[in-house]
């Protein structure tokens, strides 16, 4: 069974910063794009990052540009997200996600339709 579990979320005040983890069980994703979206209250999830397998393709939503960065170890099976200077709009339920097209990021894993797994989500609450 394939699972992807997310760590890390919690409470932090504006200007922080939090690092949250996805670790993927049941079969190796080391070939594979590996994204973070995040879902406020009232809103449509949205997409943060990709990661291609190497690592050597990378891409982020302008929101983020800048004071998130996406990580993988392969050797772990495991998919960072590191965010820094945390604003009170980046409150949200952050989800990673798995897709099974393509090694490398292309414009597909900008969307959830991209992704094949997801995890459950870890909460992730800015206060100001």
């Known amino acids: 069974q394939v699972q992807l579990v997310e760590s890390g979320g919690g409470l932090v005040q504006a200007g922080a910063s939090l690092t949250v983890s996805c670790v993927a069980s049941?079969?190796?994703?080391?070939?594979?794009?590996m994204g973070w979206f995040r879902q406020a209250p009232g809103k449509e999830r949205e997409f943060v990052a990709a990661i291609g397998w190497n690592g050597g393709s990378i891409f982020y939503a302008d929101s983020v540009k800048g004071r998130f960065t996406i990580s993988r170890d392969n050797a772990k099976n495991t998919v960072y997200l590191q965010m820094t200077s945390l604003k009170p709009e980046d409150t949200a339920v952050y989800y990673c996600a798995a897709a099974l097209k393509y090694t490398y990021v292309v414009r597909v894993h900008t969307r959830a339709a991209g992704y094949d797994y997801w995890g459950q989500g870890t909460q992730v609450t800015v206060s100001s």
């Open positions: 049941g079969r190796t994703f080391s070939r594979n794009v």
